[in-house]
């Protein structure tokens, strides 16, 4: 064989491998129904997308769309369909649609959002998923934001009397009861409908938390907290990928993008989450938004009312298989654990 042959079968091979590499490469379509400059997108999932594509190299590729592929509620539909490869979105936008998420929501359980969303992943792995949880996608990852608390722009709230009659965009299952039992009036509502809201009196506060305020620009529209030690509630959300969609791509690069999900995710949102919601309370103050922590009497008047959340989620989640106390329990073991 002479060089010059020896040469060409070289370059025949290399490019036959570019070919054959240019073929495997798949870009997936990320429902991107938040503004793009919002931190969870722009710091969080594309960041995330971008790591993905260079572990990776450039084998798998997610892009955001240029707007949400449906509305914010259809957006774990639209991943079961194939509409969209890829969403991000909360549980409680389709309420009763996922009961086991409802272990993350549950009051008075944050300590942190790093370290309530690593423990959720982790009793998802081990309880919630062999129970069924996403069976219509591939599940990325779990995670939750900062503890929840209630906001509102008519008067400051020092005794359950204080919600009587005040309409509140409600974000999950056990907000909307809770404020049921408070005689406060739930309105169901997407986060992007919230601004709207409130300038049109459509809502008088909504459960939200700190950062949100600032990220959502409704600061103008919010005149003062009611804060819950640990949380009134928490909201759980999904990151998944259309199941066929998922099957298109290797086992290894498969492996290579759950290296990045799951508990590294969890951790990645809730560092940068936490930080938000850091940096959004001195901005309270210096807006002059008047914050009141329930404690005392009233705290313990509301965590009695409460109580029933967590044994009717225990006996609701029997009926599916799963053991509910031991989930509950694995959940704030983790939190506690976490860091330690």
Not at 20 to 28: C, I, K, N, S, V
Not at 187 to 211: I, K, M, N, Q, W
Not at 273 to 293: C, F, M, R, S, Y
Not at 326 to 336: L, N, P, Q, S, Y
Request: hydrophobic letters at 40%; proline letters at 4%.
């Amino acid at each position: 064989m002479t060089s010059r042959h020896f040469r060409s079968l070289l370059c025949g091979a290399a490019l036959a491998t570019a070919f054959a590499g240019a073929a495997d490469a798949q870009t997936f379509r990320f429902s991107q129904w938040l503004p793009a400059g919002h931190f969870t997108q722009r710091d969080v999932m594309h960041v995330y997308f971008k790591d993905i594509e260079k572990a990776t190299q450039g084998r798998v590729k997610i892009q955001p769309t240029a707007k949400g592929l449906g509305a914010p509620p259809r957006q774990y539909q639209l991943a079961v369909d194939g509409i969209a490869d890829v969403i991000f979105v909360p549980h409680g936008y389709t309420p009763g649609v996922h009961p086991l998420s409802e272990v993350a929501e549950l009051p008075f359980m944050t300590r942190n959002t790093e370290a309530n969303s690593v423990a959720y992943w982790r009793v998802f792995k081990k309880i919630l998923q062999p129970a069924g949880m996403h069976k219509g996608v591939h599940t990325l990852s779990v995670h939750v934001h900062p503890a929840g608390h209630l906001y509102n722009n008519k008067r400051e709230i020092k005794t359950l009397d204080g919600f009587k009659g005040l309409k509140f965009r409600s974000t999950t299952f056990f907000v909307s009861e809770a404020l049921k039992k408070f005689g406060a009036v739930p309105v169901a509502g997407p986060v992007t409908a919230l601004r709207d809201g409130l300038a049109r009196g459509v809502y008088d506060g909504t459960s939200f938390t700190d950062e949100a305020i600032y990220n959502f620009k409704i600061n103008k529209f919010v005149k003062y907290v009611t804060r819950f030690p640990g949380g009134l509630y928490n909201t759980s959300f999904v990151v998944a990928m259309n199941s066929r969609a998922w099957g298109k791509i290797s086992k290894a690069d498969q492996a290579k993008v759950m290296e990045l999900s799951g508990e590294a995710y969890a951790k990645r949102i809730g560092q940068i989450w936490d930080g938000h919601e850091n940096a959004a309370v001195p901005k309270l103050k210096a807006d002059g938004i008047i914050t009141h922590e329930l404690k005392g009497e009233t705290l313990a008047t509301v965590k009695k009312m409460l109580s029933g959340f967590e044994t009717g989620w225990i006996a609701k989640v029997k009926k599916l298989g799963v053991d509910g106390a031991a989930a509950i329990k694995m959940f704030r073991d983790e939190v506690a654990a976490y860091g330690s």
